[in-house]
T-cell receptor, first 110, second 115 residues
Framework: GESVGLHLPTLSVQEGDNSIINCAYS??????FIWYKQESGKGPQFIID?????DKRQGQRVTVLLNKTVKHLSLQIAATQPGDSAVYFC?????????FGTGTSLTVIP | DSGVTQTPKHLITATGQRVTLRCSPR?????VYWYQQSLDQGLQFLIQ???????AKGNILERFSAQQFPDLHSELNLSSLELGDSALYFC??????????????FGSGTRLTVV
C-alpha cells in the first residue's frame, strides 16, 4: 500500500478560527485525492476532492491545496464550527484504489 | 444515511470464536470494499468485490474471508478471533470497480470487540 500520512494526529481550534489539516503522500503517480470527515460513530464521508492537474479547489467553507512538488495536501476549514469536530482523512487514488491516511482529530473549542 | 448498510453495529465475542459481518451496498453500486480501522493504524484495506467476484486483496488475514452474493450484499467472516482483531470494520461501495469520482461511500461500521 501507499504511505499516506498526516503531520499532526490532533488539532484543537477555537470556534470561528480557521483550521488547517495537513497530509503527506508518497506516490507521485497518484492523480486524485479526497478528504474525508469521520464523525464519532459514523463512517468516513466525502468532503472535497482535487485532481493532480489542479493546485487548489474550494468548496463550502473548505479549501483543498495540492503541492505536487513536495507531495503535500492540506485541508483548510474556514470559520470552524463545533460541528466540524471529527477525524479528517486524506486519501490518494492510484489506479482506481484509494489509500487512506491515519487521520487527524479536530476538536473545536466553543 | 449513506445508503450503505452494515449489520450488526456492535459485536462482542470471545477469543477463538467466529463472526460474520454483513454489508448491503448503496443501490446501484456493484463494488464492495471491506476496511479495518484500529486506533493506531487508520483504515486498512482488506478486500474488494465487484459483481460477485473478488477484485483486489489487501492486508487480509487467512483467518478472514469474504464473499459477495448475487444480490450484491457482502459478508466478511472472521474466525479464530484474537484480541487484536478488535476494531471497527467498514464496508464501502462504489458503482464501478476502478472508481475515482467522489471515492467510496462508507457504511457506519461494525464495532467488533473480542474479549
Amino acid at each position: 500500500g501507499e504511505s499516506v500520512g498526516l503531520h499532526l494526529p490532533t488539532l484543537s481550534v477555537q470556534e470561528g478560527d480557521n483550521s488547517i489539516i495537513n497530509c503527506a503522500y508518497s506516490n507521485s503517480a497518484s492523480d486524485y485525492f479526497i478528504w474525508y470527515k469521520q464523525e464519532s460513530g459514523k463512517g468516513p464521508q466525502f468532503i472535497i476532492d482535487i485532481r493532480s492537474n489542479m493546485d487548489k479547489r474550494q468548496g463550502q467553507r473548505v479549501t483543498v491545496l495540492l503541492n505536487k512538488t513536495v507531495k503535500h495536501l492540506s485541508l483548510q476549514i474556514a470559520a470552524t464550527q463545533p460541528g466540524d469536530s471529527a477525524v479528517y482523512f486524506c486519501a490518494e487514488n492510484e489506479l482506481g484504489q484509494f489509500y487512506f491516511g491515519t487521520g487527524t482529530s479536530l476538536t473545536v473549542i466553543p | 444515511d449513506s445508503g450503505v448498510t452494515q449489520t450488526p453495529k456492535h459485536l462482542i465475542t470471545a477469543t477463538g470464536q467466529r463472526v460474520t459481518l454483513r454489508c448491503s451496498p448503496r443501490s446501484g453500486d456493484l463494488s464492495v470494499y471491506w476496511y479495518q480501522q484500529s486506533l493506531d493504524q487508520g483504515l486498512q484495506f482488506l478486500i474488494q468485490y465487484y459483481n460477485g467476484e473478488e477484485r483486489a486483496k489487501g492486508n487480509i488475514l487467512e483467518r478472514f474471508s469474504a464473499q459477495q452474493f448475487p444480490d450484491l450484499h457482502s459478508e466478511l467472516n472472521l474466525s479464530s478471533l484474537e484480541l487484536g482483531d478488535s476494531a471497527l470494520y467498514f464496508c464501502a461501495s462504489s458503482a464501478t470497480p476502478y472508481t475515482e469520482n467522489y471515492g467510496y461511500t462508507f457504511g457506519s461500521g461494525t464495532r467488533l470487540t473480542v474479549v
